[in-house]
């Protein structure tokens, strides 16, 4: 993976997106939103978005040969909500959901299980208040198993009764570990890499071939998205949480993210005025 941590590393990435833009080249600019746009916070509300991103976002959504969308394995209406730039491409649930300009898409599969997962959203809430600090968060096609405040000693008390509603009501889902989060989602066979590739075919058919896209994430579930990407497009992995990315540069943390999306803001906005 090539490149430092530092600025002059955003300056070269800049650098990379500015020349593609020149010479009427379009840009697809996909992030993730927890950790890539806002930094994590102890509670799912409390990762805002800061208005001087927003005002970046919107800056570069304006742009006529510019595409921003978000992918995140937050709900898709709360994604909306968090991130408020009009006319940008939204990808909820890791990309079961897909709504921007002039697209639509629900993951059939995952929609023909929105009852299973209500019916284990309520038995784990009924659950949840028997052991300190556990706290569950129902998405349209999935649900998140919240831990970062329960006690060492009671982390197996999670499992066990997240297991219990599970087999209870649940049937083809994966269980998979983010950063202090039990996430429970249908097994449909669709990833961010998927979800990425959708959303760049369905641009491609309005910007035609002089297409570059932009992606950033900061946790495994990026991984897919930087492999299927690879080797065509401009891959940040934010921050160390996954020391063998397969993404094609890498940023310090948030922080780096926010001088990244300044500086293609600026230059990009200058240029095209």
Same mark, same amino acid.
């Given at each position: 993976m090539p490149g430092g941590p +530092? +600025? $002059?590393?955003?300056? $070269?990435?800049?650098?990379?997106? @500015?020349?593609?833009l020149a010479d009427d080249g379009h840009?697809?600019? @996909?992030?993730?939103?927890?950790?890539? @746009?806002?930094?994590?916070?102890?509670?799912?509300?409390?990762? $805002? @978005?800061?208005?001087?991103? $927003?005002?970046?976002?919107?800056?570069?959504?304006?742009?006529?040969?510019? *595409?921003?969308?978000?992918?995140? +394995?937050?709900?898709? *209406?709360?994604?909306?909500?968090l991130v408020a730039v009009p006319d940008a491409i939204y990808g909820g649930c890791y990309g079961l959901e897909i709504e921007g300009p002039g697209m639509r898409f629900v993951h059939p599969d995952a929609e023909a299980q929105v009852a299973s997962l209500d019916a284990i959203s309520r038995e784990l809430a009924l659950r949840a208040p028997t052991v300190p600090g556990m706290r569950v968060e129902p998405k349209r096609f999935g649900l998140a198993v919240h831990y970062r405040h329960v006690a060492a000693d009671l982390m197996e008390r999670v499992e066990t009764e997240t297991a219990r509603a599970i087999q209870k009501n649940g049937s083809r889902l994966k269980i998979f570990h983010g950063q202090q989060v039990m996430e429970i989602q249908p097994q449909v066979g669709w990833t961010k890499g998927d979800s990425v590739l959708w959303i760049r075919d369905v641009v491609r058919r309005t910007s035609g071939d002089r297409l570059t896209v932009l992606y950033m994430g900061d946790d495994w579930t990026d991984e897919f998205a930087f492999q299927a990407l690879e080797g065509e497009a401009l891959t940040i992995s934010v921050g160390n949480l996954v020391p063998a990315s397969k993404a094609s540069h890498r940023v310090e943390n948030v922080a780096a993210v926010r001088e990244l999306l300044a500086t293609i803001a600026a230059r990009a906005c200058t240029e095209d005025a």
């Amino acid at each position: 993976m090539p490149g430092g941590p +530092g +600025g $002059r590393d955003v300056d $070269r990435i800049a650098d990379l997106v @500015l020349d593609r833009l020149a010479d009427d080249g379009h840009l697809l600019l @996909l992030t993730d939103y927890d950790g890539t @746009l806002a930094p994590i916070a102890s509670e799912p509300e409390a990762a $805002r @978005l800061p208005e001087a991103v $927003r005002a970046d976002l919107l800056a570069l959504a304006a742009l006529p040969r510019v *595409q921003f969308g978000v992918v995140s +394995g937050r709900d898709l *209406q709360n994604l909306r909500t968090l991130v408020a730039v009009p006319d940008a491409i939204y990808g909820g649930c890791y990309g079961l959901e897909i709504e921007g300009p002039g697209m639509r898409f629900v993951h059939p599969d995952a929609e023909a299980q929105v009852a299973s997962l209500d019916a284990i959203s309520r038995e784990l809430a009924l659950r949840a208040p028997t052991v300190p600090g556990m706290r569950v968060e129902p998405k349209r096609f999935g649900l998140a198993v919240h831990y970062r405040h329960v006690a060492a000693d009671l982390m197996e008390r999670v499992e066990t009764e997240t297991a219990r509603a599970i087999q209870k009501n649940g049937s083809r889902l994966k269980i998979f570990h983010g950063q202090q989060v039990m996430e429970i989602q249908p097994q449909v066979g669709w990833t961010k890499g998927d979800s990425v590739l959708w959303i760049r075919d369905v641009v491609r058919r309005t910007s035609g071939d002089r297409l570059t896209v932009l992606y950033m994430g900061d946790d495994w579930t990026d991984e897919f998205a930087f492999q299927a990407l690879e080797g065509e497009a401009l891959t940040i992995s934010v921050g160390n949480l996954v020391p063998a990315s397969k993404a094609s540069h890498r940023v310090e943390n948030v922080a780096a993210v926010r001088e990244l999306l300044a500086t293609i803001a600026a230059r990009a906005c200058t240029e095209d005025a």
